[in-house]
């Protein structure tokens, strides 16, 4: 009898995703360093991580659009590419370092992982696609897990000032975020991931400077020498490095074992901000994760590869 067996997973693929994962996760951890140690605004540090994203974006959109195989836009898709920019890394970014001046860096990584669930109600209802069994279980797991998280983040913590102003902002950025991602998924099989992509987050950044320009603190820029290098360590460490990581990843694995690797994320944030941050581990804070997580692969399980890639 000739038996088969199913092909063993590359380790090199399954290390580039567990690095590119545990990269995306720092941002919460960078973000709330810099915020104690220079005691900045939101928008001056999110100005300075795409001051430093900005060549790595850039030059990607200069080689895409110079390839042969480059797919020219129309004028709907260039306005739909700007606007999802916009929405997925200008507003939502802005939305997630505003709400990480309240709440610790833990909650606000699965406040955040709530993402999926939004794009399969989008999808229902814009795109008319029926939720499945599955899906509901999905759901029912993830939105338990973030009570089961929340309520013990307020019962060891009730003094903390605007942890709720807080969760609404991380809360909306989550619901843009997944705007953001429900659009690509119609977008990207048209014009190609890699262009999307890069002009996406051009036009996020050309709206970050614009804010910036007109409502900035520029001596924030020029005094603050150690806020520079948290503005670098967010732009090479948290966002151009794991992407392409996480690409590789896709190429090598296939976005459903990217999808469970990238669990990781919200257990690498809470170890890491009990490390950096001396934030608390709890009972409530793991089970709820462990919900969260559990929900969120039902969710992931089938899902394009555009959104394993930029969670």
């Known amino acids: 009898m000739h038996l088969t067996t199913r092909p063993a997973l590359p380790l090199a693929g399954f290390l580039i995703t567990l690095l590119g994962a545990i990269l995306f996760s720092t941002k919460a951890i960078f973000v709330k360093l810099a915020f104690g140690d220079t005691h900045t605004d939101a928008l001056t540090l999110l100005t300075l991580r795409m001051v430093f994203a900005l060549p790595f974006y850039a030059t990607v959109a200069i080689v895409v659009s110079g390839k042969r195989t480059n797919v020219r836009m129309t004028r ?7 606007l999802l920019g916009m929405l997925g890394y200008y507003v939502s970014s802005l939305l997630d370092f505003m709400g990480l001046q309240y709440v610790s860096a833990g909650l606000e990584r699965l406040l955040l992982f709530l993402y999926p669930s939004f794009v399969v ?36 913590d009730t003094s903390r ?31 190609g991931a890699n262009k999307f992509t890069a002009y996406a987050m051009l036009a996020a950044t050309a709206g970050i400077f614009a804010h910036f320009a007109l409502v900035g603190n520029s001596q924030l820029l020029v005094a603050g020498q150690g806020l520079w290098g ?28 990217v999808a469970i690797i990238s669990g990781i994320g919200p257990i690498s944030t809470i170890a890491q901000a009990h490390f950096f941050l001396r934030e608390p581990i709890f009972a409530a804070q793991i ?25």
């Open 76 to 82: 709907s898709q260039w306005g739909l590419v700007i």
């Open 121 to 156: 109600f989008i999808n229902a209802v814009i795109f008319k696609q029926r939720i499945t069994p599955i899906q509901k279980w999905a759901l029912l797991l993830t939105y338990l897990g973030i009570a089961i998280a929340y309520v013990g983040e307020l019962t060891l």
């Open 287 to 311: 089970g709820g994760t462990v919900l969260v997580v559990c929900g969120v692969l039902l969710l992931s399980w089938k899902r394009s590869a555009v959104a394993v890639a930029t969670a």
């Open 230 to 257: 948290y503005g670098l360590l967010l732009a090479v460490f948290s966002t151009v490095l794991p992407s392409f990581l996480i690409s590789q990843g896709l190429k090598r694995i296939g976005a459903n074992n």
């Open 161 to 191: 000032q605007g942890i709720y102003w807080g969760s609404f902002l991380v809360f909306l950025c989550a619901i843009t975020y997944s705007m953001y991602i429900a659009g690509s998924g119609k977008l990207i099989p048209l014009v």
